[in-house]
């Protein structure tokens, strides 16, 4: 019998008072759109796409991980409007960095040598920080009324990210599972 495999993803998870910011908005557009999706994981920054690992070497993968952190160093992260992608999906802008472009560079090296991840970045697109707030379920006519409010909106703020965190997945929810501090 073949080993249990959980699914994961390592992110950057948002600090208050922008991640009830953000959870507010991915409620607006359940209540406005009829697009839930996104609230099945809480407001962050994909810095690996999801992977599935087997359940006995969770340890293992936790372990390696929290060993890599402490080799990072933290990144400001500038939150800047709103930005979307044609047919379904809103987000919230993350002004691209040369540190933050490097940490997720640093992660998919580590993944594809450490630990034999090669999907880290979606369909090979290169690495495009954002927060989702709708995605595949916001209907294409909420897509355009949507984007109209929120293309001229303005949100703002900037945090620094000092920990890695990897997601689990589990009855078709994300939950954190751990958090890794960067640095020693």
Same mark, same amino acid.
């Given at each position: 019998?073949?080993?249990?495999?959980?699914?994961?993803?390592?992110?950057?998870?948002?600090?208050?008072?922008?991640?009830?910011?953000?959870?507010?908005?991915?409620?607006?557009?359940?209540?406005?759109?009829?697009?839930?999706?996104?609230?099945?994981?809480?407001?962050?920054?994909?810095?690996?796409?999801?992977?599935?690992?087997?359940?006995?070497?969770?340890?293992?993968?936790?372990?390696?991980?929290?060993?890599?952190?402490?080799?990072?160093?933290?990144?400001?992260?500038?939150?800047?409007?709103?930005?979307?992608?044609?047919?379904?999906?809103?987000?919230?802008?993350?002004?691209?960095?040369?540190?933050?472009?490097?940490?997720?560079?640093?992660?998919?090296?580590?993944? $594809? %040598?450490?630990? +034999?991840? &090669?999907? *880290?970045?979606?369909?090979? #697109?290169?690495? /495009?920080?954002?927060?989702?707030?709708?995605?595949?379920?916001?209907?294409?006519?909420?897509?355009?009324?949507?984007?109209?409010?929120?293309?001229? $909106? %303005?949100?703002? +703020?900037? &945090?620094? *990210?000092?920990?890695?965190? #990897?997601?689990? /997945?589990?009855?078709?929810?994300?939950?954190?599972?751990?958090?890794?501090?960067?640095?020693?």
């Amino acid at each position: 019998m073949a080993p249990q495999k959980n699914r994961y993803f390592i992110a950057l998870l948002l600090p208050s008072p922008f991640n009830e910011q953000a959870v507010e908005l991915k409620n607006y557009f359940k209540d406005q759109y009829r697009s839930k999706a996104s609230l099945n994981s809480p407001p962050h920054i994909t810095l690996h796409m999801p992977f599935e690992w087997r359940g006995d070497r969770e340890n293992d993968l936790i372990e390696s991980l929290k060993h890599f952190s402490k080799s990072l160093t933290s990144v400001e992260v500038k939150l800047e409007n709103f930005g979307c992608f044609d047919p379904c999906v809103i987000f919230i802008n993350v002004f691209p960095s040369q540190e933050l472009n490097a940490l997720q560079y640093q992660l998919r090296q580590f993944c $594809k %040598k450490e630990l +034999g991840l &090669f999907n *880290a970045d979606y369909k090979d #697109l290169p690495f /495009h920080p954002l927060i989702t707030l709708a995605f595949r379920d916001l209907k294409k006519p909420e897509f355009t009324k949507a984007w109209k409010e929120f293309s001229e $909106k %303005k949100f703002n +703020g900037n &945090f620094l *990210a000092n920990r890695l965190c #990897l997601l689990k /997945h589990k009855d078709g929810i994300w939950s954190v599972f751990k958090e890794l501090e960067m640095g020693e």
